[in-house]
């Protein structure tokens, strides 16, 4: 379907700058009204300029690699709807981190990507992205199960939650997330057999063409995706670890990356906004990151950080380049 003129418009010259300007109010209220702020800022300051540089220049440099392991998924999956450039990928997931970022478990990500693409290919590229996002979960079910696997004793010991009655609901959690990795598990791999299936169903066969590249998803491309999805999830882990030496958590790597790996689950879980989701995510990574350390601050800080870093940045980034980039198609089909 063809973008009509006043579209166009839209997308072109008030979509891009009003997603900025939200983004950054939203920002402006998320830190403003962050428990622990000036204490967090004093801490900073007393840390070597030199060692918070190193370590936020790594961090800062991981997070390019992680959204560059997503570019090449999304350039994967979409080799069979459209040829796309590894950059071109790069800035449609950026794009889609900005939409991503005011809706509910950012599922406006697939609206962003799909402006990158040419007209007739976009909702024949919604459900191949849906595909890169099972990828991503069904790593975080797995390595978030397994977190619970091998923390259980140490919560049930020494957080309040593992005491009487109340100890049920984490192996009722872990039972929960174990169900969930088989089903996810199995509909990720079989999701061409699931494709003609639900291609003779009355809706799907009268629009064959928004699932039809599904059937082209073998087991091989399934596996290559996940992959990539538990590559960029170690990345992730890793930068939370950098920052937990940084701000003085007592966290060995081990445990850190078992903490992070069930609050990723426990946030793929609870429905959030990427821009509202800090207090949220803090309160989840103390509650478990309380198990090995007192430092609550250090905790906040690098929660904090992880957020800012890993999802502001770049949908700020990318909330600029759906104006810049759709301009200049616009020139292109005029010309």
Known sequence: M??????????????????????????YVQIKNQEGLK????????TPLTKVLTYLIVVFLLMIIN?????????????????????????????GASFSATTPNRVGEYAGRVLFLEEGNRLR?????????????????????????????????????????????IKVFL????????????????????????????WLSKNKYLVAELENANTALLLRLFFLSVIRFVVFCVQYYLLFLLFSVEINLWNSFWIVSISFLVLAIIPTIAVAELGVRGTITWELAKVFT????????????IWFINLIIP???GSILIAGVKLFKSKKEVN
């Open 67 to 95: 959204w560059l392991i997503e570019a090449i998924k999304w350039k994967t999956i979409l080799k069979n709807v459209q040829q796309i450039s590894l950059l071109q990928s790069y800035k449609a997931i950026l794009s």
């Open 175 to 202: 039972f929960g997330s174990l169900i969930a990795l088989v089903v996810v598990g199995f509909f990720y791999f079989k999701i061409s057999f699931f494709t003609r299936l639900f291609e003779k169903t009355k």
């Open 2 to 27: 063809k973008l009509s003129r006043n579209t166009r418009i839209i997308i072109n010259y008030i979509l891009g700058p009003l997603l900025f300007l939200w983004l950054s109010y939203s920002l």
């Open 294 to 305: 007192t430092n609550s601050l250090g905790v906040t800080i690098t929660t904090a950080s």
């Open 125 to 169: 590229s919604v459900s191949l992205t849906i595909v890169c996002s099972i990828s991503q979960l069904l790593t975080t079910i797995l390595m978030g199960s397994l977190g619970l696997i091998f923390l259980l004793n140490q919560i049930e010991t020494v957080h309040p939650f593992g005491e009487s009655q109340n100890g049920i609901w």
């Open 39 to 46: 204490q967090a800022w004093a801490h900073i300051q007393e």
């Open 315 to 317: 949908a700020m980034a």
